[in-house]
C-alpha cells in the first residue's frame, strides 16, 4: 500500500483526542461541546449565547452543529450560531427544522472531518416522531436528546409506548460502558421516583447517594452508562416482574404485559410530585 492510500489513518494518528463540555442552559438543559482543543462540535444548542462564551473560553472554533430532534430547547440557538459560523447542521430526516443541511435517518453517518469523528445514527422516535440519537462508537458515547436521560426517559409527546420502548431498547443494547450525554439534568428527581418503583433495589439506593454528592457539589451527574442505566432506570426495567407486581399492587397495572407496564410507568411519573 502506497503513502497515499494511507491517509485516513495517518490522520487519525495525527488528530488529538477528543473531549465532551457540558455547557449549561436554560434551567437545567445541557448543551454539548465535543472538541479537540480547537475544533468543536455542538449538540442540540438550544441557546447560542453559553455556546458562544464556551467557544471564547476554550478558544474553540465551531464545526458543525448536530440535532436530536426539533425542540426548541435543542435548536433555538441555530440560527444565531449561523450567522457567525458557516457550519453543516445535522438533523433528523423527518422533522422540519431550519437550517438542517444533512437530514439523517438511522444507518446514516454524520462525519465532521475536523475532528476525525464519525457518528452512526439511529432513529429513536417516542418523545417526537422523529427523534434521532448519535453514537461515537469508537469513542463510546451516546448523545441521545430527550429519549434516555438519567434514571428516566423523555415525555411521549409525539410517540407512543411501543414506539419508545423499541427506541430505549436500541440504545440499551449500546455497549454497557458507553457514556449517556442525555440532554437534562432531571437525575435526581428521576431517581427519586424510580425509588418509587423499585424501593428495594440496591443498585438505585447507592445511585441516588451518589448522584446527591455530586450535586452537592454542583457537579452534573451526566453522563450516565448504560450499564448504571439498566441497573436503576425502571424506563429500561419495565419488564421485571418485581416491577409489574408493584404496578398491579399500586392499581396502576390491570394487565402483566411489559409494554402496558413501560405505559403505565410513564403515565405515573407524568403526574408524580
Ligand atoms: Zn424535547
Ligand atoms: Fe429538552
Redesign the pocket.
Known amino acids: 500500500m502506497g503513502f497515499s492510500d494511507d491517509g485516513w489513518s495517518m490522520r487519525m494518528s495525527f488528530t488529538k483526542p477528543l473531549s465532551v463540555l457540558a455547557v449549561p442552559a436554560f434551567a437545567d438543559?445541557y448543551l454539548w461541546l465535543i472538541h479537540d482543543g480547537v475544533h468543536a462540535a455542538v449538540v442540540?444548542p438550544?441557546d447560542a449565547a453559553p455556546v458562544f462564551a464556551a467557544l471564547d473560553e476554550h478558544k474553540l472554533s465551531l464545526t458543525a452543529i448536530l440535532l436530536t430532534h426539533h425542540?426548541a430547547?435543542?435548536v433555538g440557538g441555530v440560527p444565531s450560531l449561523l450567522r457567525r459560523f458557516k457550519v453543516p447542521v445535522f438533523g433528523p430526516r423527518t422533522e422540519a427544522i431550519a437550517g438542517v443541511t444533512q437530514a439523517l435517518a438511522e444507518g446514516d453517518h454524520a462525519t465532521i472531518p475536523e475532528l476525525g469523528l464519525t457518528l452512526s445514527v439511529l432513529d429513536v422516535p417516542g418523545h417526537t416522531r422523529g427523534h434521532i440519537a448519535y453514537v461515537a462508537a469508537r469513542q463510546g458515547w451516546l448523545f441521545c436528546?430527550?429519549t434516555l436521560f438519567a434514571g428516566g426517559c423523555?415525555r411521549l409527546f409525539e410517540g407512543t409506548p411501543a414506539q419508545m420502548t423499541g427506541s430505549l431498547a436500541k440504545l440499551a443494547a449500546l455497549p454497557e460502558s458507553t457514556q449517556v450525554y442525555c440532554?437534562?439534568e432531571y437525575t435526581l428527581s428521576n431517581l427519586r421516583f424510580a425509588r418509587e418503583i423499585e424501593p428495594d433495589n440496591d443498585a438505585l439506593a447507592a445511585r441516588i447517594q451518589s448522584e446527591q454528592i455530586k450535586r452537592d457539589r454542583g457537579q452534573p451527574t451526566v453522563p450516565s452508562t448504560i450499564a448504571l442505566e439498566k441497573s436503576t432506570n425502571p424506563f429500561l426495567r419495565y419488564s421485571q416482574a418485581n416491577i409489574i407486581d408493584r404496578l398491579i399492587a399500586a392499581n396502576r397495572l390491570a394487565v402483566r404485559e411489559p409494554i402496558a407496564a413501560f405505559a403505565a410507568i410513564r403515565e405515573w411519573k407524568n403526574s408524580y410530585r
Request: hydrophobic share 10%; glycine share 28%.
Open positions: 438543559n442540540d438550544g425542540h430547547d435543542h436528546g430527550d423523555g440532554a437534562h
